[in-house]
């Protein structure tokens, strides 16, 4: 897909995330990776309503090149970049389930939300909790790259999920799974729950190549 063809792409993703509820007021960001760096959604831009020609163009080192100032958080995405080298993709989100188990005390700190459904695994893996940080902290983008290279999704305590991928259809998907399996996991809360057990998850790891 070339530039121009990205930029299209981004702005629908943008409006599909907005038009169905997961991407309300100026929250979430959308980012692709380029050859000679990266676009991303600009700063107090609703996701639903996205003007191609004004996306940010970031170079390498996250400098803008062209477009509107960048989304606040866009630390965030190059600290993913820098770790995951094949990631050509990235969703940040404060949906409403995954973040309200984002501020749920007592979180499995590698596995926030249990592998419940084949499809979680497959799309999502590994859940692990990046502690409380406030908007902006540095220390949040140094947090964020200690796990990225062992994981596809990250779940921001008191916040929201951010999401890398091969590239942003399966990057789209694999946020909605997960804010999907984050409704299983708040509608399953108290019931007897049997998520997968470890050599379920490991056929699917084999069956499907699965990577961290
Ligand atoms: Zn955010």
């Known amino acids: 897909m070339n530039e121009s063809a990205l930029r299209e792409h981004i702005c629908e993703c943008g409006r599909s995330l907005h038009d169905r509820g997961l ?16 676009l991303l959604t600009p700063t ?3 996701l639903g309503r996205l003007d191609p020609a004004r996306l940010s163009k970031l170079d390498r080192e996250g400098n803008l090149v062209s ?4 989304s606040k958080e866009a630390f965030l995405h190059r ?10 993709a990235i969703i940040h989100l404060h949906s409403t389930h995954a973040a309200a188990v984002s501020c749920m005390a007592g979180l499995d700190a590698c ?16 859940l692990p ?15 964020v790259r200690g796990l990225a290279a062992r994981h596809r ?7 929201g999920p ?3 991928g091969a590239d942003l259809d399966s990057t789209l998907y694999a946020a909605e799974e997960l804010e999907e399996t984050a409704k299983l996991f708040l509608l399953l809360r108290g019931a007897p729950t049997r998520p997968l057990d470890a050599a379920q998850i490991a056929e699917l790891t084999a069956a499907f190549k699965l990577e961290p």
């Open 153 to 159: 999704a990250l779940l921001l305590a008191n916040h």
């Open 67 to 70: 477009g509107d100032p960048p």
């Open 23 to 38: 991407a309300t007021g100026s929250s979430g960001n959308i980012s692709v990776r380029l050859a000679d760096g990266w």
């Open 111 to 126: 596995d926030c939300i249990p592998p419940l459904t084949a499809y979680f695994v497959m799309k999502v893996g590994r």
């Open 44 to 46: 107090n831009a609703s």
């Open 129 to 143: 909790l990046i502690p409380y940080h406030r908007p902006g902290d540095p220390a949040l983008a140094d947090a």
């Open 79 to 88: 600290a993913v970049y820098a770790e995951r080298t094949a990631a050509n």
């Open 162 to 164: 951010v999401v890398s």
